[in-house]
């Protein structure tokens, strides 16, 4: 059997600031399949885009990768030669970023760009990577490609330019597409354009999709799993059914039901107390205790994962269980 | 629909309008970009037009009301809300503000119309004084307007932080030592100082966390219900607008295409748009679902469509809605709709 896309195992990144050390990413574990959309779930500096940085090899100093390996198709990731992971970045992972601006250039024409994009990974002349730019835009759904091609990024609306960022992405089918909150500053209406190509390209090209978002109900149709972060961990994971519909930890319970649409109109919003903690000064033991409704004594010691099913972990001394109501 | 209206819902239902809005426009001259700047110095024929911004609204919002304001990015909301806030001139239509024309109010009446209503901002960061302590930022503006006295602030702010959820202790810091909920609880505590009875809520909720958002909805409706306020509710989040709105209006372009009260426009929803926006609006409960998007871009209002502004995307448009601008009609009791295809043929 041919490994998985990806696998990350106790993936530790951390940045060794002035001010103390942030564990940004700590002990941070999952696996995407071919085809699979791996939906990456937390709040604000839960660790979310540090670990999408970590694994396309994008993290800087004064952070860097304490601990853990990225199996990318069996082949260890961590401590792999630049020249080699930029062969692999661009070509077979991709990585779209919130802000589509990361990915373009302003002052260069879209088609120049592409043209680049296309010619940096494989020696195709310029007419035929042309005609690749051209396909990749109309997969995403830009109208008039031809005429397109030959604008600045700043010609565009948001959600335009976030689809050629996508388009980008796209040029070389690659095996494993890292996206980090793409929708978020988009209008519905756009954001299901986005969706659509994102089910439409997993399916078609057998890419992993991992989706790094804040927002529960944008993975509830997209993923396949649900991995859901919280202080720089993984505290639940498992299919997006089982998560969403009988959650193990306090908090993934906590996060569902301040959904507006699982409460009833017009009441109180069931509501998670305090704040996040600050990644410079987090709690002993279990990150999450200050705001439990469940915590105790022994939870003053970090709680291992625990799998309670194959693929179905929680990071909590008493997990819950219970089914939500419909 | 539930017969039973709660007691502050059923005499909304009776209130007289404290706003009320008449063929309220906005057009702002377009801001050529450098592209567009230099052809015109080389001589091309560019068009300096102006942005309809709002376009001809009509909106009456009764006493106790929680009204929720919805569309797509550009399409006017922010530039409605403050109008209605007083601090945006219209181009053209008027401001009833408790029945009397904003315009035409003079200086003492025309500052309380604007301490009665108060804004809330989606970025609490950039409309808090980061030099000032919070307690200059909640205790100055009613010292100001002499609310309360230089011996009374003291507790006066106490008591404005303890009502927005905030520990009175910590009032000698300044904003950037607080979280985004705390600083959106301390853009509360200000606005709430000066006493308004009517809140225009831009995008209040967008930049705070899922669990953060819920802590900050629930004190909205805490505050609504222990100070008899009124809200103008501003949010691209149809969750979250379904959640607390009592009636909803839909804005396409600088348009109200759809408003109806909050049930009914999510239950049976009539403009076209109004039905793609829905459809698209992710779901918690959704399991592998097929997304689809409204096909086509938001326009440029610089060059908005003619006749009904959602023609090119629409799947219904025929000949007259290139042609003509539909008008809002009631297509049940307190539910208009501007649609061409509503009218009888
Ligand atoms: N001061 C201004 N000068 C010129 N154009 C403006 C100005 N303010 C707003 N506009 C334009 O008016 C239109 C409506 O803007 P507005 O900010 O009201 O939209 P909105 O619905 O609040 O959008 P968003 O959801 O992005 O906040 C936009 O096309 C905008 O570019
Ligand atoms: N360059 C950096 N230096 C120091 N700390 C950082 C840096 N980048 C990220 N962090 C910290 O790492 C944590 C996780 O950040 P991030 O992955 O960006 O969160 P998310 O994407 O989930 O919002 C945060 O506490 C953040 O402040
Ligand atoms: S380990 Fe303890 S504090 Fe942490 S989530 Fe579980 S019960 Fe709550
Ligand atoms: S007026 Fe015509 S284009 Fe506009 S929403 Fe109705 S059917 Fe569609
Ligand atoms: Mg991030
Ligand atoms: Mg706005």
Known sequence: MSPPTLEVRNLRTHFFTRAGVVKAVDDVSFTVARGKVLGLVGESGSGKTVTGFSILGLVDAPGRIAGGRILFQGQDLVGLPDAAMRRLRGNRI??????????????????????????????????????????????????????????????FSGGMRQRVAIAIALLHKPDLIVADEPTTALDVTIQGQILAEAQKLCAQSGTALIWITHDLSVVAGLADDIAVMYAGKVVEQGPVEQVLDAPLHPYTLGLI?????????????????????????????????????????????????????????????????????? | MSDLMDPPRAAAQAAAPIIELRGLSKRFASRLDIAARL?????????????????????????????????????GKSTLGRMVAGILPPSEGTVLW???????????????????????????????????????IVGEAPLVHGLVTRAGVDSYVDDQLR????????????????????????????????QPDFLVCDEAVAALDVSIQAQILNLFMKLRMELDLTYLFISHDLGVVEHLSDRVVIM???????????????????????????????????RKRAFAGVKGEIPSPLAPPSGCHFHPRCPLAFDRCRAERPALREVAPGHRSACHLNEAT
């Not at chain 1, 302003?106 to 396909?135: F, G, N, W, Y």
């Not at chain 2, 049930?263 to 918690?284: D, K």
């Open chain 2, 252 to 286: 396409y372009l600088g348009r109200a295409v759809e408003e109806a009260p909050a049930e009914e426009v999510f239950r049976h929803p009539n403009h076209p748009y109004t039905r793609a926006l829905l459809a698209e609006v992710p779901r918690i409960e959704a």
């Open chain 1, 94 to 155: 991709a990585m779209i970023f919130q802000d589509p601006m990361m990915t373009l250039n302003p002052v260069l024409r879209i088609d120049t760009q592409m043209i680049e994009t296309v010619q940096a990974h494989q020696k195709v002349s310029r007419e035929e990577a042309r005609q690749r730019a051209r396909d990749a835009l109309g997969q995403v759904g830009i109208p008039s490609p031809d005429e397109r091609l030959r604008a600045y990024p700043h010609q």
């Open chain 2, 98 to 136: 408790r029945g009397q024309d904003l315009r035409g109010l003079s200086g003492a009446a025309s500052r309380e119309a604007k301490l009665r209503t108060q804004m809330i901002f989606q970025d609490p960061y950039a409309s808090l004084n980061p030099r000032l302590k919070v307690q200059e």
């Open chain 2, 39 to 75: 052809a015109k110095r080389l001589g091309a024929r560019v068009r300096e037009d102006a942005v309809h911004a709002v376009d001809g609204v009509d909106l009456s919002i009764r006493k106790g009301e929680v009204v929720g304001l919805v569309g797509e990015s550009g399409c």
């Open chain 2, 163 to 194: 009502r927005a959820g905030l520990d009175p202790t910590l009032k000698k810091r300044y904003p950037h030592q607080f979280s985004g909920g705390q600083r959106q609880r301390i853009g509360i505590a200000r606005a709430l100082a000066v």
């Open chain 1, 257 to 326: 039901g301040s959904v507006p649409s699982r409460n009833r109109r017009g009441e109180p919003l069931r509501q998670i107390p305090g704040m996040t903690p600050s990644m410079l000064n987090l709690p002993a033991g279990c990150a999450f205790r200050a705001r439990c409704p469940r915590a105790e004594a022994r939870c003053a010691e970090p709680p291992p994962m625990a799998e309670h099913a194959p693929g179905r972990l929680a990071r909590c001394i008493h997990p819950h269980g219970e089914a939500l109501a419909a």
